[in-house]
């Protein structure tokens, strides 16, 4: 165990490497902040529109997400990737919001009563508070400044996985698509994994869709295949969902070689 979470550790700082290693061309967007009651700090917030916003009388989706910088962080890879599905008529329009991190892992995670867990930042198990953010001062100022639908979506990768599978199993009403990739779901003695059955009893019942992948990363397949066993053993009328197990791509390839594929497949079949 204490070498698993050694090796997890070091996919952290190696993903961090990665990225300053990666140059994204960086969008047209919007930029401002909010001082946030919830986190007690100022936050980012990074928007990037549709072509067609300005032009349309339409109100659009929006789909979220932590990890939402534009330095050293997954902002313009996705809303480029976003702009070309919308382009081929893929994935229907819709708006990007990215935020920008102050303490990643402490918004990421939940708490967690294993010590190894705690060594990866000096404050972790702040979700709670974060996703208080989100649903109470965020989600009413992107509704104030633009045109949007009821219909929202939340993306991320490794934490920020965590984070949407976290949110999805204690607040799915929050999101109508939730988008994880390589979710960390080893977090805590992997104990979201293992009372899954008893959240997914109390699914709301609005439809919900779920998109996840799990890469050749030991201690996070063991996991998300745990979990997609689990989801399929019922029958949720409420969950649309799909695995794509990805044993070729890596805990930092897996993002970037998948991302389009769950686009496409969460919109498909909205």
């Given at each position: 165990m204490k070498i698993i979470k050694s090796i997890t550790i070091f996919l952290f700082l190696y993903k961090s490497m990665i990225s300053q290693q990666t140059t994204d061309s960086v969008p047209n967007h919007e930029t401002f902040t909010i001082q946030s009651v919830s986190l007690n700090e100022l936050r980012t917030i990074n928007v990037w529109l549709p072509t067609t916003y300005n032009s349309s009388l339409d109100s659009f989706p929006v789909m979220y997400m932590a990890d939402g910088g534009i330095i050293e962080e997954d902002f313009p890879h996705v809303a480029n990737t976003m702009a070309l599905l919308i382009s081929q008529k893929q994935i229907p329009p819709m708006i990007l919001v990215g935020i920008q991190n102050t303490q990643r892992r402490r918004d990421l995670t939940g708490p967690t009563e294993v010590e190894s867990d705690k060594k990866i930042a000096p404050v972790v198990g702040g979700s709670e508070q974060f996703r208080l953010f989100i649903k109470s001062e965020l989600f009413p100022e992107i509704e104030k400044r633009y045109k949007t639908t009821s219909k929202k979506g939340i993306?991320?990768?490794?934490?920020?996985?965590?984070?949407?599978?976290?949110?999805?199993?204690?607040?799915p009403e929050m999101f109508?698509?939730?988008?994880a990739f390589d979710p960390s779901l080893w977090w805590n003695n992997h104990t979201l994994v293992n009372h899954a059955n008893t959240y997914l009893q109390k699914l709301p019942n609005k439809l919900i869709t779920l998109w996840f992948a799990g890469s050749s990363a030991k201690d996070i397949y063991k996991y998300t295949r745990q979990l997609n066993r689990e989801l399929n053993k019922a029958n949720?009328?409420?969950?649309?969902?799909?695995?794509?197990?990805?044993?070729?791509e890596k805990h930092h390839t897996i993002f970037r070689a998948t991302k389009e594929k769950a686009l496409k497949w969460v919109f498909e079949h909205k």
């Amino acid at each position: 165990m204490k070498i698993i979470k050694s090796i997890t550790i070091f996919l952290f700082l190696y993903k961090s490497m990665i990225s300053q290693q990666t140059t994204d061309s960086v969008p047209n967007h919007e930029t401002f902040t909010i001082q946030s009651v919830s986190l007690n700090e100022l936050r980012t917030i990074n928007v990037w529109l549709p072509t067609t916003y300005n032009s349309s009388l339409d109100s659009f989706p929006v789909m979220y997400m932590a990890d939402g910088g534009i330095i050293e962080e997954d902002f313009p890879h996705v809303a480029n990737t976003m702009a070309l599905l919308i382009s081929q008529k893929q994935i229907p329009p819709m708006i990007l919001v990215g935020i920008q991190n102050t303490q990643r892992r402490r918004d990421l995670t939940g708490p967690t009563e294993v010590e190894s867990d705690k060594k990866i930042a000096p404050v972790v198990g702040g979700s709670e508070q974060f996703r208080l953010f989100i649903k109470s001062e965020l989600f009413p100022e992107i509704e104030k400044r633009y045109k949007t639908t009821s219909k929202k979506g939340i993306l991320g990768e490794s934490l920020s996985g965590l984070f949407v599978m976290e949110t999805f199993f204690k607040e799915p009403e929050m999101f109508d698509y939730y988008i994880a990739f390589d979710p960390s779901l080893w977090w805590n003695n992997h104990t979201l994994v293992n009372h899954a059955n008893t959240y997914l009893q109390k699914l709301p019942n609005k439809l919900i869709t779920l998109w996840f992948a799990g890469s050749s990363a030991k201690d996070i397949y063991k996991y998300t295949r745990q979990l997609n066993r689990e989801l399929n053993k019922a029958n949720y009328s409420s969950l649309r969902f799909f695995y794509s197990d990805e044993p070729k791509e890596k805990h930092h390839t897996i993002f970037r070689a998948t991302k389009e594929k769950a686009l496409k497949w969460v919109f498909e079949h909205k």
